[in-house]
């Protein structure tokens, strides 16, 4: 039986493929959504992705993703987010383009990167928001991938 502690790095290996081509070489942002550089023919029949996962942005699949740093800073990911960091609250704000992020309207999944954080999301004014805190209970940044799927 997997213990909650493997589950969690399964999931956060899974989020980390989904936001970089390898460990410390991030996804360069896609800039032309007509030609994501996907070759859907060579997925497997069994994958979970749509016919394709930009062109359609706004359909059933992931939506955005991609990585910021500590300060709010997108490092890279898909074009369609910006992302803020709001020190008064101590949580990261991320607009998607063309959503109004509602928390249980979407499914997101949150990775810290190199610090051991806990992470949940959250929502307020249409923005998506993340907050962190470290293994004693206290608000504290990160670096965090994060995907989010429209079911």
């Known amino acids: ?11 956060a290996a899974l989020a980390l493929a989904a936001c970089a081509d390898n460990l410390g070489q991030p ?3 896609i ?10 023919t060579d997925l497997p029949a069994s994958s979970h992705k749509p016919s394709s996962t930009i062109s359609n942005l706004g359909a059933p699949g992931e939506i955005a993703f991609g990585d910021v740093d500590a300060a709010g800073t997108k490092l890279s990911g898909t074009a369609n987010w910006t992302s803020v960091f709001n020190a008064s609250l101590v949580r990261y ?25 806990f992470c949940r999301t ?29 079911p």
């Open 27 to 29: 996804t360069p942002e």
């Open 93 to 117: 704000e991320i607009t998607i383009t063309g959503e109004s992020y509602f928390f249980s309207s979407y499914a997101t999944m949150v990775t810290p990167l190199g610090d051991v954080r």
């Open 122 to 150: 959250g929502s307020i004014g249409g923005k998506l928001t993340i907050n962190c805190t470290d293994v004693a209970g206290n608000a504290a940044t990160s670096r965090i991938a994060f995907v989010t799927f429209k």
């Open 1 to 11: 039986m997997l213990s909650l502690q493997n589950i969690s790095i399964v999931l």
């Open 31 to 40: 800039t032309e959504p007509s030609d994501p550089g996907v070759n859907d």
